[in-house]
């Protein structure tokens, strides 16, 4: 199965899971998000946080994630093309922004079945399935922990397709809307 595969590849086969994926920029919050992270690893001795990316901040956080002794439980992954596979790796996501668009990365880890705890900074037109739980940022980093940790031991892993294409996010039905869309545009110019 892909999840044992790629939590193998990524030594992880036994602990607890916490992605993130995102650019390593003020935005995303990543400091606070290792703040939240050393709460669980409290809480959790065996639990590790995936982040994937790059950015202008990634050695900032590599200081911190060394200054909190948490070196062995946080991998930084990187620019990856293999997100999916990545996602099913992982037991919850967090994405602790301080502000944001709206996050597709949201609907791809709903899609793969993970509770989501996200920053109320976010959209609430992003929660297209029960998955995703909000949490102000004016909360600590332990009450953010606290909720990751409930999450992820109350979840089955169940395939959320059906939701995400009723909520309006299915590829197929987006680029024939595209598709027609262009189309009308090229009629109209042709007038």
């Known amino acids: ?3 044992e595969d790629v939590r193998k590849s990524l030594c992880m086969e036994d602990k607890s899971v916490i992605g993130h994926i995102g650019r390593f920029m003020k935005a995303k919050n990543h400091l606070f998000l290792i703040d939240i992270f050393s709460c669980i690893h409290r809480m959790l001795p065996a639990a590790c946080l995936l ?11 590599e200081r911190k994630v060394s200054a909190l002794g948490l070196e062995g439980s946080v991998s930084f992954a990187g ?9 099913q790796a992982m037991d919850a996501f967090v994405l602790p922004s301080r502000y944001e668009g709206l996050p597709l990365v ?20 992003i929660a297209v399935t029960d998955l995703t739980r909000f949490v102000s940022l004016d909360e600590q980093a332990q009450t ?9 031991h109350g ?13 309006g996010y299915d590829a197929e039905d ?18």
């Open 51 to 61: 982040l994937i990316g790059e950015g202008e901040l990634k050695k900032t956080v």
């Open 79 to 87: 620019i990856r093309d293999d997100v999916p596979d990545l996602l």
């Open 174 to 191: 987006n680029a024939r809307w595209l598709q027609d869309f262009y189309l009308s545009c090229n009629v109209k110019r042709d007038r």
């Open 155 to 167: 979840n089955d892993r169940v395939n959320r397709q059906t939701e995400i294409m009723k909520a």
């Open 106 to 125: 949201l609907i791809e880890a709903q899609a793969a079945g993970l509770p989501c705890i996200v920053s109320d900074c976010i959209t609430e037109e």
């Open 1 to 3: 199965m892909i999840r």
């Open 144 to 152: 953010w922990a606290e909720v990751i940790v409930d999450r992820m």
